[in-house]
């Protein structure tokens, strides 16, 4: 093989990979990404039920009710808009009434929002940025949990 | 006091890296010897004074000094003394302290045993190195100082966040800072020699070795977080593709890449520019990762505390040296001459592919962790991509690497011989696959994704084993002839297995654990059993105690096999009491072929209480494997031709080379 043909070959198997590489990358994108929506986005948007989600609040006051075994029920809502929350699982340690928390599932036919995943934050005073953020653009006052600067998690 | 001491070290340390930036860089233009050596000392005073620095605000944790922001902000005197001693890097400051710290530990490093390297190297090494440190201690004393003081004192701190009260925090961070602060040296190496426009095979054998020391302890320090996530958050997950973890992982395979490519270099003075462009990247990489945890930009669940101004300052740190890095390298990388030429099939092509496939790689986990940034930058939408997305991308781009790993070390420089490597490989292959078919078999269904790749790791294993068997000449000589030389192969060639080992030690731990885990959620009241994976585990009741800054339920399961007790587990619930927050700690048997894994949740209205019940096949593979990898890089690090130190032939050569 010549010089060039070396070369050639060479940077022939790299384009591939990328361009195999990039392929994956689009596909993936495709089927994978998960959107996240508030519960008054749940209601303007008309989310059609059996997309897949996360949805992102403050557990409502009062809200959250123990079933049979390990199934619970609550309630997650930005203040202006409320969504019942259904989830059978362990809750995360820092999951609290009023506290920040993001859900991932799928809306039923009846407007339940059945979660496979529930996350709080390691950190009691831990707002997720995308709540802290949509609750801010609603114009709803946060503690002052939400802006705490230092001492959060590593 | 002390505290003082500690804020004029580090301004002292300040002024120091600044006089290190310009004095020697400025010697090595003019080749003004007693200039370029102000380098040496300079670096060597400049770790002293970041030295004393964080030995005072050390200091300050285990004193309680509350008078210190930082302190009373993140420690609690009731705190344990292990964990005032690493809670100074359980912060943002703390840790950028440390950060700065091992940065200079690397450039002292370089001042006492690079003698061997040529002045002018040396010197503009040392300056790049102390850039990096003027820019980070300058980000430190405005916007993040450890030692701002507080008045009045709290009469209490308010404690540190109870999931880092844990033993591994003494050792995470700082291997993983060890691992990706020290890529800066690949950085400082790369834009030396693209200031002097003069880069040779010499340059790649100088580099190496730190490039392995970074790599290493970030291998290490990456395997920690994933141990401590797993036995710590209660998920019994190892590894969640949570942008914070990529944000090491990146660099990580980009060092990997690094380190065979210049090995590329050194042996065959080929791939230069590409040599220099990622060691440039790597290190870009690391800063990058540093923005990304500490600036709040993206969702975590380990990210620092945030604050949007610091994470400004950060990202401009990280262009300046990316950017500059990048210009440099635009500007000067035609003068690099390219050498040595290559057949497709040769250990050069190998490593070639080895290096196409990481980085591509490293590009997908890139853009996967940044793609939701840019989304909602652009459109405002916010999404997630999650373990899905990393899954689809990265594990079909690591399947061929798998199956090229074994090769490479086999294939003969410049020109190789497919079939006759293929022939050596083809028992470790059957084996391989014999293997997988037989276990298989007897694990019942599973993905049709897991055998494949269960074959792959045991492949890479093998093929480790062979490549040292054939070294040695195995089947060529006698049997003692075959031990004399396989005692006496370099070194490097062990650390080389071992590191390829490890992998393949590894992939079947993830390939076991994901493909094959079980998990079970239950109710259970005292007296009741729960059955997984062939335990079965009987549930005696909670007890409280207390720790010494927390409060504790811990549950009590007997644990039986087919009627032979095996342990008792005692998985628990914390409060603690600063800041006021539960934890949970879960109940592990871990056994060869696979973990019990019990974690406690919520007490039920009915008086029981819910356990999640895991069975995590061979997830201990996953960590020997890595700690494996760690250790073939320390062998590989003692060879003789590659310690760190060692002197060069070269400068014995005028002597030795008589006058004609």
């Given amino acids: 093989m010549t010089r060039k043909q070396k070369r050639g070959v060479l940077i022939g198997s790299g384009v591939a990979i990328l361009s195999i590489a990039s392929l994956l990358v689009m596909f993936a994108f495709r089927e994978s990404i998960v959107f996240f929506h ?50 059978t699982g362990i809750l995360p340690d820092l999951f609290r009434e009023g506290q920040g928390v993001v859900t991932e599932g799928k809306l039923s036919p009846d407007g339940l929002f059945v979660a496979d995943t529930v996350l709080a934050k390691h950190d009691e005073n831990y707002m997720p940025p995308e709540v802290a953020k949509s609750l801010e653009e609603k114009g709803v006052k946060l503690g002052p949990g939400a802006q705490h600067k230092s001492g959060a998690g590593y | 006091m002390v505290v003082e001491i500690g804020h004029f070290a580090l301004i002292l340390a300040l002024v120091v890296a600044t006089a290190q930036m310009i004095v020697p860089m400025w010697g090595a233009q003019v080749r003004d010897a007693r200039l370029m050596a102000v380098g040496d000392s300079a670096a060597v005073v400049q770790f002293a004074l970041l030295i004393i620095s964080f030995l005072a605000l050390m200091h300050a944790f285990v004193t309680s000094d509350f008078s210190v922001l930082n302190v009373a902000d ?98 995470h961070p700082p291997f993983l ?193 940044l793609y939701p940034l840019a989304l909602e930058g652009i459109t405002g939408e916010k999404i997630s991509v999650g373990p899905p997305f990393f899954n689809m991308t990265f594990i079909p781009l690591m399947l061929p690497l798998l199956f090229a790993m074994p090769f490479g070390p086999l294939l003969a420089w410049k020109r190789g011989d497919a079939r006759a490597v293929a022939q050596r490989l083809a028992f470790a292959g059957g084996l391989a696959v014999l293997v997988t078919i037989g276990v298989a078999a007897l694990s019942g269904p599973g993905p049709w994704l897991a055998p494949l790749c269960a074959a792959l790791g045991l492949f890479v294993l093998f093929g480790a084993i062979t490549d040292l068997l054939s070294r040695a000449r195995l089947g ?131 008086g029981g209480v819910a356990l999640r019940l895991y069975f995590h096949p061979f997830v201990r593979f996953i960590w020997i494997g890595a700690v494996i990898m760690f250790i073939g890089g320390m062998i590989s690090l003692t060879d003789r031709r590659l310690r760190v130190g060692a002197p060069q032939r070269a400068r014995s050569r005028p002597a030795a080379v008589p006058a004609e």
């Fill in chain 2, 476 to 606: 060529d000589v006698g049997r003692a002839e075959f031990l004399r030389r396989i005692i006496s192969l370099p070194r490097s060639a062990y650390g080389t297995a071992l590191a390829h080992a490890g992998i393949g030690i590894m992939v079947m731990g993830i390939v076991g654990t994901s493909a094959y885990q079980t998990e079970k959620i239950v109710a259970l009241k005292p007296g009741e059993r729960a059955e997984v994976a062939g335990y079965d585990l009987l549930f005696k009741g909670i007890t409280p105690t207390k720790g010494p800054n927390y409060s504790e339920q811990i549950a009590e399961f007997e644990v039986t096999r087919n009627g032979s007790p095996v342990t008792t587990l005692l998985p628990s619930k914390r409060l603690y009491n600063a800041p006021p927050q539960p934890t949970t700690e879960a109940g592990i048997y871990p056994a060869w072929t696979g973990d019990l894994y019990v974690a406690l949740g919520d007490e039920q209205p009915s």
């Fill in chain 2, 177 to 369: 800072y060890a691992g990706y602060v020290g890529f800066s040296m690949a950085f400082s190496f790369a834009v030396a020699a693209l200031i002097e426009g003069r880069i040779d095979a010499a340059w790649a054998r100088w580099v190496r070795p730190w490039t392995l020391a970074a790599w290493m302890c970030l291998t290490l320090g990456i395997a920690m977080g994933s141990w401590w996530a797993y036995y710590e958050l209660g998920w019994g997950g190892w590894w969640f593709w949570d942008p914070v973890e990529n944000a090491s992982f990146m660099p990580w395979l980009a060092g990997t890449a690094l380190l065979h490519s210049a090995l590329v270099m050194e042996k065959r003075d080929a791939l230069k520019v590409w040599t220099i462009l990622l060691a440039i990247l790597t290190f870009s990489l690391s800063l990058m990762g540093t923005f990304l945890v500490r600036s709040g930009v993206l969702t975590s669940v380990h990210a620092f505390a945030v604050d949007p101004d610091r994470g400004i300052v950060i990202l401009t740190i990280m262009m300046f040296f990316t950017g500059g890095g990048l210009a440099l390298f635009a500007w000067r990388a035609g003068a690099l001459r390219q050498g040595g030429l290559f057949a497709p099939i040769s250990r050069e092509g190998s490593l070639v592919l080895n290096n196409v496939l990481l980085s591509v790689a490293c590009a997908t986990v890139l853009v996967g962790t």
């Fill in chain 2, 74 to 171: 993140n420690s609690h005197s009731e705190k344990p003394l292990i964990y005032r001693i690493a809670g100074v890097w359980g912060n943002h400051e703390g840790s950028m302290l440390l950060w700065v710290l091992i940065l200079g530990l690397f450039g002292a490093a370089v001042a006492l045993y690079g003698r061997h390297l040529p002045a002018t190297l040396r010197a503009n090494v040392l300056g790049v190195q102390a850039s990096i440190a003027v820019a980070f201690l300058l980000f430190m004393l405005f916007t993040s100082n450890p030692f701002e003081r507080v008045d009045p004192a709290p009469f209490e701190g308010r404690g540190l966040n109870p999931i880092l009260q844990d033993p591994a925090l003494a050792f």
């Fill in chain 1, 38 to 87: 508030t519960p008054s986005d749940v209601a303007d948007k008309k989310i059609e039920a059996g997309t897949r989600f996360r949805l992102g609040g403050l557990v409502a006051d009062g809200s959250v009710k123990r079933g049979q075994g390990t199934t619970v029920e609550f309630a997650v809502t930005d203040t202006l808009a409320k969504v019942n929350v259904q989830y």
